[in-house]
């Protein structure tokens, strides 16, 4: 098994907000993911709207994947969101997320989530921290 599949099953078997959130991961490759989930009752806030925390969460998700699937452990230490439409129960949302810059140490990354519609629902923006070779895989595990 190649790292981006090594990578991806991790993530998948891991992140517990993954099948909370009943997301379905649809691509990844080292600095590109591609996330979607249909938004339930469980996603909605008080005004019946997705909550911006489940597509935050939906975005953060794919951040991760793009981020980690060059099989060095990053960790976020910047992230932020702008909302442009509300979401519906029933709609499916999908995030596409890239790398737009990878260091040595850091990388940004850029994702717009869209709608079933392909209307832009929200951009994110954030910033991940590579650790010092530490496979992705090992993170988590007591010493």
């Known amino acids: 098994m190649d790292t981006v599949a090594k990578v991806t099953e991790h993530i998948r078997e891991n ?3 993954i099948p909370l959130f009943n997301m379905e991961i649809e ?8 996330v979607s989930m249909k938004v339930g009752p ?18 953060d998700v794919a951040f ?10 990053a960790l976020a230490i910047e992230a932020s969101m702008n909302y442009f439409r509300p979401v519906r129960e ?4 999908t995030v596409v ?3 737009e810059f990878q260091g040595r140490r ?17 951009i994110f923006k954030a910033t991940a921290f590579r650790v010092d070779d530490i496979p992705v895989s090992t993170y988590g595990r007591p010493e």
């Open 97 to 99: 997320c890239r790398e």
């Open 106 to 122: 850091t990388g940004t990354y850029y994702a717009v989530i869209t709608d079933h519609e392909d209307k832009k629902i929200a």
């Open 64 to 73: 991760a994947l793009a981020a980690n699937c060059h099989g060095r452990m």
């Open 42 to 59: 469980d996603h909605l806030n008080a005004a019946r709207l997705c909550h911006g925390a489940a597509l935050f969460a939906l975005a």
């Open 90 to 93: 029933g709609a499916r949302v």
């Open 15 to 17: 992140d517990r907000l």
């Open 27 to 34: 691509e990844t490759a080292p600095g590109k993911a591609r």
